[in-house]
């Protein structure tokens, strides 16, 4: 059973940069889609970014395109999310997760989740 862990978070001032990553174990993720997922306090969780299997295609929310980067390293097992001009609005919990399929956007598509890194931007 893969499991995931996520790192990289920690409290920044606006304009910083973070680089987050999700770390595999227990099994492959080279087949895998993976995603990003947020959750502010008080708010529903919502979608950041996605990738394919291959890494060939992803897909970045429209308000945090140019400033979130997501990516993958089969080899290592690891995905990333690469932030840029972090902003208070970007405070959350920040979550990856494994589709079992090599390709979605779908949080319910998404079988195996991590525990999440916290990410808080001061203004």
């Known amino acids: 059973q893969v499991q995931l862990v996520e790192s990289g978070g920690g409290l920044v001032q606006a304009g910083a940069s973070l680089r987050l990553s999700c770390s595999a174990s227990g099994g492959t993720i080279n087949t895998r889609g993976m995603g990003w997922f947020r959750q502010a306090p008080g708010k529903e969780r919502e979608f950041v970014a996605a990738?394919?299997?291959?890494?060939?295609?992803?897909r970045t929310i429209e308000t945090m395109k140019g400033r979130f980067i997501v990516s993958r390293d089969n080899a290592k097992n690891m995905m990333y999310l690469q932030m840029y001009n972090l902003q208070p609005g970007d405070t959350a919990e920040y979550y990856c997760a494994a589709a079992r399929s090599s390709w979605t956007i779908l949080a319910p598509n998404f079988d195996v989740w991590g525990q999440g890194t916290r990410v808080t931007v001061s203004s």
């Open positions: 990738i394919s299997s291959d890494g060939l295609t992803t």
